[in-house]
């Protein structure tokens, strides 16, 4: 079905980027317009997201050039729910922004560049082309960039120099793979790729292609081996721009595996055994790296890593209900990991610190604060009933009913090392006695209670998300269950694209 | 089809060595190869026009492929902006730590705040 709304959440944000250009160095005009903007977007995904979960896939014609020739955007349930919950992770950084980024960053124009980014993330979603998701993919990278290295300390150069050697890599060898697909095959349209690929005589080298998109890809999503850039950059820019990049661009690079390798590709078994080796070892090297960190933020960089090998396990399985699992567990992380740089950066306005031998006894000063907190770490503990519960279900049955026992196990050391590092979080940040010889440098406290209500509503709004999922997963299984079916099931996307 | 293999071969020594100079090298001649790839893997054809007739419903003639070169030129455009992104970033790094070394670039994780 044709439905030229399907651009207004990218447009949105397009729109609210150029408006505030408008306004250059006018910061509480910018902080207005950002969350009105965010707010927006909000309603327009939640209508989109709407009208796909009780409609059909919506697809759009770019200057009504029929598909395959031109480029199509397509809006699935997979990506209206990305673009959902982008939307709202987008709108909590936003408020937090307000007063949570410095003033000397928002006069470089921070809100104008975070909404470029918001808007090449959706239109990555929602793209259903490749060389323009390549395109999506750049416009996200560049206005990544200049977010991490705008304030210019030290240790922001010297991460944005890794993320930038990276990101870049990882884009030529997008575009590598994009060129060899183009040349076996003359087509970018996904839905026409996913027709052609299987008639290529030559099917080795279709295979070569999907490896140059697994690197790339794997770089951009910081799977194991690929992840090392990731822990040593995204401890170093602000807070809320942190808490983007966690939440939203490694999940990029997951969408774009699984739109790749469920819809253009199929993985043979040698594939289906690399992603779930990968799987493995990110959990396991990621759970370690988080074990022995002492920075909270630095811990929350490596949580990110840690995750995001139980989501590509799950895609390596490739049954329908490990899919299940990791669309499930996707949801969940986008909005937690989100949420967790968010009070990464309110510990840093309570104390002026995010090591945590110099933190302690915040739930004596602040025990509500504490108490919100601990819903968000105990969601990501998979403590039940809270959201990061179900998804594992799913995934540990799928590996038992495949069999893989290996992945069982990751899983199930993962969750308990995920609940030690959450627990040792807790008891050094919160429990702890304040400790004595420290200076305490509190930023918060001296705040007007507006502002404080701005930074402590977002992380609000995201728990309030977490639980909702945690406590109705009965809503959530069904659409990850209807995500899984349509990975597994091709037809009718490339029905709703090509119209045949 | 060599000179591809040169480019990669050579972007991806340069990206490995711990220069940031050579790193910004290294990035560009990637880019490069990765283009002319791009413009290999699209059929070259000389002389032809890259039209049909508007009568045709097949390709009755070899025809010039136009869409490899749309893609080149805004992969050029892109790796254009990502470039000069790139050399501002590492010029201003330079000009606070005063090495080329990409190993001086780590903070150790004690002076965090």
Not at chain 1, 72 to 98: C, E, H, R
Not at chain 1, 110 to 136: Q, S
Not at chain 1, 195 to 224: C, D
Not at chain 1, 283 to 293: P, R, S
Request: hydrophobic share 55%; proline share 4%.
């Amino acid at each position: 079905m044709i439905d030229n709304q399907i651009i207004a959440t990218v447009v949105v944000h397009l729109f609210t980027a150029l408006l505030q250009l408008a306004f250059w160095r006018k910061t509480v005009t910018q902080r207005v317009l950002s969350i009105a903007g965010t707010l927006t977007g909000f309603l327009f995904a939640a209508n989109l997201f709407t009208k796909v979960y009780t409609g059909s896939i919506l697809t759009m014609n770019a200057a009504n050039w029929e598909a395959p020739f031109g480029i199509v955007f397509v809006a699935d349930l997979l990506s209206s729910t990305m673009v959902l919950l982008t939307s709202i992770a987008a709108l909590a950084v936003s408020i937090f922004s307000a007063t949570g980024v410095g003033r000397a960053r928002m006069l470089y124009g921070y809100f104008p560049i975070f909404h470029f980014l918001v808007m090449g993330l959706n239109g990555a979603f929602l793209t259903g082309d490749i060389f323009n998701l390549y395109v999506w993919f750049e416009v996200v990278i560049i206005a990544s960039f200049v977010l991490l290295t705008l304030g210019g300390r030290k240790a922001q150069l010297e991460g944005a120099v890794k993320y930038m050697a990276m990101n870049i890599l990882a884009s030529t060898f997008f575009l590598t793979g994009v060129g060899l697909l183009y040349g076996i095959t003359g087509s970018l349209n996904m839905a026409d790729l996913a027709l052609k690929i299987p008639q290529v005589e030559n099917q080795s080298i279709v295979n070569l292609t999907a490896m140059f998109f697994l690197i790339g890809f794997g770089i951009k999503s910081a799977v194991f081996p690929l992840y090392f850039w990731l822990p040593s950059s995204y401890h170093t820019p602000p807070s809320a721009v942190a808490a983007t990049f966690g939440g939203l661009l490694t999940k990029v690079g997951i969408y774009a595996l699984f739109r790749v390798f469920t819809l253009v590709f199929t993985p043979d078994e040698f594939m289906k055994t690399l992603f779930i080796v990968m799987g493995i070892l990110t959990i396991l090297t990621g759970a370690f790296g988080a074990i022995i960190k002492n920075n909270v933020r630095r811990l929350f960089s490596y949580l990110i890593v840690f995750h995001i090998g139980f989501i590509i396990g799950g895609l390596g399985l490739y049954t329908k209900v490990a899919l299940l699992g990791a669309v499930f567990y996707l949801i969940h992380d986008m909005i937690v990991k989100t949420n967790l740089f968010l009070i990464a950066g309110l510990i840093r306005q309570l104390r002026g610190t995010m090591n945590m031998s110099k933190l302690g006894g915040l739930y004596a000063h602040y025990p509500k604060i504490s108490l919100l907190i601990a819903v968000v770490l105990f969601s990501l503990a998979g403590i039940p009933p809270l959201s990061g519960f179900w998804p594992k279900i799913y995934l540990i049955e799928a590996g038992f009913s495949a069999n893989n026992y290996a992945f069982v196990l990751s899983v199930i050391i993962g969750s308990f090392i995920t609940l030690y590092v959450i627990a040792r979080l807790w008891s050094e940040v919160f429990w702890k006695n304040d400790p004595a010889d420290e200076i305490i440098t509190d930023s918060f406290e001296p705040l007007k209670p507006f502002k404080k209500m701005l930074l402590v509503l977002p992380i609000g709004i995201l728990a309030a998300t977490t639980l909702y999922i945690g406590l109705n997963a009965e809503i959530v299984i069904q659409v990850a269950d209807r995500i899984s079916t349509e990975m597994l099931d091709t037809t009718p996307y490339i029905q709703a694209v090509l119209g045949k | 089809m060599v000179l591809i293999g040169v480019l990669y071969a050579a972007g991806v020594y340069f990206i490995l060595r711990r220069s940031m100079v050579r790193l910004l090298l290294g990035i560009m001649l990637l880019g490069n190869g990765t283009n002319i790839l791009i413009f290999l893997l699209g059929n070259i054809t000389k002389g032809k026009p890259p039209i049909i007739d508007a009568d045709l419903k097949v390709f009755a003639d070899i025809y010039a492929d136009p869409i490899p070169q749309a893609l080149i030129l805004t992969a050029i455009v892109i790796s254009f902006g990502l470039t000069s992104f790139a050399i501002v970033l590492l010029k201003r790094v330079y000009a606070l730590i005063g090495s080329d070394d990409l190993d001086d670039l780590n903070t150790p994780e004690e002076e965090d705040i």
